[in-house]
């Protein structure tokens, strides 16, 4: 495709237009990419990046617009006709077979004949050779890391010969380390001509790897700007729509008495195999122990182990000295120790999507005398929180599946602040959401902070995590790496510990 | 290169809808009666007979005497009672296929106490019968969703297998234990004695009065009690009822109690006010059929009434034409098919559109 495009755009979009049911995901939207170039598309959730993606790579099919690539107008009807067309996406979540190896998955989908293994080797040793990636082509992948599987997936799209590359938040679950290396990698195969677009939502890497960015609002493309000309301040503001204030408060308090209390603490997962090994640490009252770590690490499971949902296999959790392990939900709830998990769909826990804010108030409380359910206090509650936290919803009977991301947080967080637990466990709370929605969760933090709330904070963004959370505790493959003050350790420092390469000193804390 | 840009757009694709309004909602159903039964009314063309008349003796049938009203009444009871006790567990999404067997175990254990205990006092008897009706039914029910819970089995297909144990047990106790000893080798279990029926009352047995108390009562079980806002929780994602603190198996167990024991309750109903014996045919498909009247009705109880009468006019009304013209019953059936499909159908259009290629989205 490079010879056919020289001097046209690798790929170009031009009027795009798509809509869900009313909600207009993408209006009239515009883009265009050369090859030998990065485009980073920026915009807050629900801005219609992954949607504009989709179209591209043939998963939806525009309601209105053309695309071209390399200057001749296509239609892409499915995965397949991207594909032909040199198209290739790598999807937020890695579309792999776990079962089989690097190279099985790598050709799994061609229409090529079985070639032998073995020239096949040789075919995916040329191709990560040229663009300077390490690879074991007979590896399996769940023997693999985060950032081998991605590594996994970008050759398969380059082993279909794909001249658009498009990156769905490759970032996100990779420590920085690993990050440095995926843009070295993108910076090779930008030389060899390859056209990519990288979606992403953090600011700095924009600035870092690419050479152009589009951003989207609200489902409409408002500005493209030349990456070397901007800074983070005007991206944010044209992402936004007006000039945010990128301070996060860390108030300071009296740390008292420590209320909860991990001690050797070992999980296994249902399937037998490690989840939490061995791990101790505590949490004092008006604290924010922030909990690094990839995706994966144990997070999850601490959570609901605290929460009562997850049986432990060894160790105690101490709530004010006394052992809670055993205890059932119910009688934690009681105790005042609140668990908000956001988990990767927003909705699966936590929230029941096809009810409204009244009823999913009730969650938690409805269990009181009578055998029937007293709505009252909860739809009370329910109007304080639309009016506290500014959520909006077209009424407080409304299905939190039909409410935007950044309101159903601010439901499921308000929530649990509302019922004044004593711990706060809250996994992903800004996870997907805008900056804007982030910045009201991380004051709703701070202020249960400043009562006196131990609060334990489960993040991805690690910028956030340092400037938020008193201490940060590391955790990889369910052991602790370290535990760092937030005010002193680095960012740098804390990437090593979460791919649990650093020895020296505090790493041994785990025991 | 160029023979890459291939393919045209495709000449149809679903568009999922914006939330419509209920009117217009109501409209696309009234629609897609009346397309059904314009299809419906080709097909009795076809078969050589006018549509108008066929559908008026449809109508007539099931209400041109008192007589014939009772008899459409005497086929909704136990439509709406198994209705109901399928929308307590799909309201769960417990996927309960087993209505059938849970109104004939009720049937059973009930007709055991009309059997053989039928010198007791009317009352008595009569309450015994009940509480015997809904435990079998229940205990029925409680099967799949033990085993469910226990060992994660596959609900449907487990209560669909129990639904043919049910029927078989009726044919051996009819064939052996509860033969009717003066039925001369005839194989049927005995009538049930005039003490051990329900009684009428306005033409129709006691089970309508039933059927309306259970209406109301699971209505407001489901709307208002604790145990119905577990059952939407649990229904939605067994991890959030855990996170909120419920206890999700026993919740499964109970509401799986529950939704057997109305059937059974059907069951017993069925017995001993409209067969006034035990036969094979005591569920007869409304196990099934109440599976489709649950989902019409969204799982709504009043709706259900509703629903569930609509039914007993085709039914009622296509055994008329049956008698008065020979038609057979399965042509009746295919008629009735026929609705369904489009009924069910149009669920489809209220979610989603077409649109042409040509038009390119009428937005």
């Not at chain 2, 047995?205 to 119905?228: D, E, N, P, T």
Request: proline residues 3%; glycine residues 10%.
């Amino acid at each position: 495709m490079t010879e056919a495009s020289q001097g046209k755009y690798a790929i170009e979009c031009k009027h795009i237009t798509k809509a869900f049911g009313n909600v207009l995901a993408n209006d009239n939207i515009g883009l265009h990419v050369k090859n030998g170039e990065i485009l980073a598309l920026l915009g807050e959730n629900g801005s219609g990046k992954t949607t504009l993606m989709n179209m591209l790579s043939g998963i939806y099919h525009p309601d209105k617009g053309t695309i071209y690539i390399g200057g001749e107008e296509v239609s892409i009807n499915s995965p397949a006709d991207a594909m032909e067309l040199g198209i290739g996406m790598i999807h937020q979540h890695f579309k792999l077979v776990d079962v089989f190896s690097a190279m099985d998955n790598i050709v799994l989908g061609t229409k090529e004949k079985r070639i032998s293994s073995k020239i096949l080797r040789e075919k995916i040793t040329q191709i990560s050779k040229s663009i300077g990636l390490e690879i074991n082509p007979e590896k399996k992948i769940y023997d693999m890391s985060v950032s081998e599987k991605q590594t996994v997936e970008i050759l398969k799209v380059l082993y279909r010969g794909a001249q658009i590359l498009i990156l769905d938040e490759p970032t996100a679950v990779l420590t920085p380390q690993e990050t440095d290396k995926l843009f070295a990698i993108l910076r090779k195969m930008k030389e060899q001509g390859c056209a990519i677009i990288i979606i992403t939502h953090k600011l700095h890497e924009v600035l870092d790897i690419s050479d152009r960015v589009t951003i989207l609002r609200k489902g409409q493309s408002v500005e493209t700007v030349v990456t070397k000309d901007t800074s983070q301040k005007e991206l944010t503001e044209l992402m936004v729509g007006r000039s945010v204030d990128l301070e996060i408060d860390r108030p300071t308090t009296e740390h008292q008495e420590t209320v909860l209390k991990v001690v050797d603490l070992t999980i296994d997962k249902p399937d037998g195999s490690n989840a939490i090994n061995d791990i101790s640490f505590e949490i004092k009252a008006g604290e924010i122990l922030g909990i690094a770590g990839v995706a994966g690490s144990g997070q999850k499971e601490l959570c609901e182990a605290i929460a009562g949902l997850m049986n432990v296999k060894k160790g105690a959790i101490l709530y004010k000295k006394e052992n809670i392990l055993g205890k059932t939900p119910e009688e934690i709830i009681k105790l005042g120790i609140s668990m908000s998990f956001v988990p990767e769909d927003r909705l699966g826990m936590g929230l029941v999507a096809s009810m409204g804010m009244v009823d999913n108030m009730l969650l938690k409380s409805y269990n009181n005398k009578g055998f029937f359910v007293d709505r009252k206090p909860a739809k009370k509650l329910a109007e304080v929180l639309v009016k506290k936290l500014g959520i909006v919803t077209p009424s407080i009977e409304t299905p939190v599946r039909l409410m935007s991301g950044g309101n159903v947080q601010k439901v499921l967080l308000g929530r649990e602040i509302e019922s004044r637990p004593n711990v706060l466990i809250t996994a992903y709370p800004v996870r997907g959401l805008d900056i804007n929605s982030s910045y009201t969760i991380y004051d709703l933090l701070n202020e249960q902070k400043k009562k006196n709330v131990a609060i334990v904070f489960i993040g991805e963004d690690l910028d956030v995590l340092l400037e938020l959370s008193d201490r940060i505790m590391v955790l990889c493959h369910g052991e602790i790496t370290g535990i760092e003050d937030a005010e002193k350790t680095t960012k740098e420092r804390i990437g090593l510990l979460m791919t649990g390469a650093a020895e020296e000193g505090v790493s041994a804390h785990a025991g | 290169m160029p023979d890459s840009k291939k393919g045209k757009e495709p000449l149809l694709r679903t568009v999922k809808r914006e939330e419509i309004s209920n009117k217009k909602i109501a409209l696309l159903r009234i629609e897609a009666l009346l397309f059904a039964v314009l299809a419906g009314g080709i097909f009795i063309l076809a078969l050589g007979y006018n549509p108008f008349l066929i559908y008026g003796t449809i109508i007539s049938g099931a209400f041109r005497s008192s007589m014939a009203v009772q008899g459409t009444i005497k086929i909704m009871i136990p439509l709406v009672i198994a209705s109901l006790g399928v929308t307590l567990a799909f309201k769960m999404k417990f996927w309960n296929i087993g209505a059938e067997g849970q109104i004939i175990a009720g049937a059973i254990f009930a007709s055991y106490f009309a059997l053989f205990h039928s010198d007791w006092p009317h009352a008595i008897l009569l309450i015994v019968m009940f509480a015997a009706g809904i435990l079998g039914g229940g205990l029925w029910g409680l099967i799949p969703a033990y085993f469910k819970s226990r060992f994660d089995t596959n609900e449907t297909l487990f209560t669909l297998m129990l639904n043919y144990i049910a029927l078989h047990v009726i044919a051996y106790l009819r064939d052996g234990p509860w033969l009717d000893p003066g039925a001369q080798g005839f194989a049927k279990i005995a009538r049930f004695a005039k003490n051990a029926s329900l009684d009428k009352v306005f033409g129709v047995h006691a089970g309508w009065i039933i059927a309306i108390i259970l209406v109301v009562a699971v209505y407001i079980y489901i709307r208002f009690s604790k145990q119905g806002y577990e059952i939407s929780v649990v229904g939605e994602s067994h991890d959030t009822a855990r996170y909120a603190g419920m206890n999700v198996k026993k919740i499964t167990l109970r509401t799986m109690f529950l939704s057997g024991a109305v059937c059974g309750l059907g069951g017993m109903i069925q017995a001993a006010g409209s067969d006034i014996t035990l036969a094979t045919s005591v569920a007869g498909g409304v196990g099934f059929t109440a599976i489709i009247i649950a989902w019409l009705s969204q799982l709504n109880p009043i709706t259900i009434v509703v629903v569930s009468f609509l039914f007993s006019i085709l039914e009622k009304g296509s055994s008329v034409i049956q008698s008065s013209y020979g038609l057979s019953t399965d042509c009746a059936d295919v008629l009735q098919g026929i609705i369904l499909f489009f009924v069910l159908g149009c669920e489809f259009f209220i979610r989603y559109k077409f649109v042409l290629r040509s038009k390119g989205g009428d937005r």
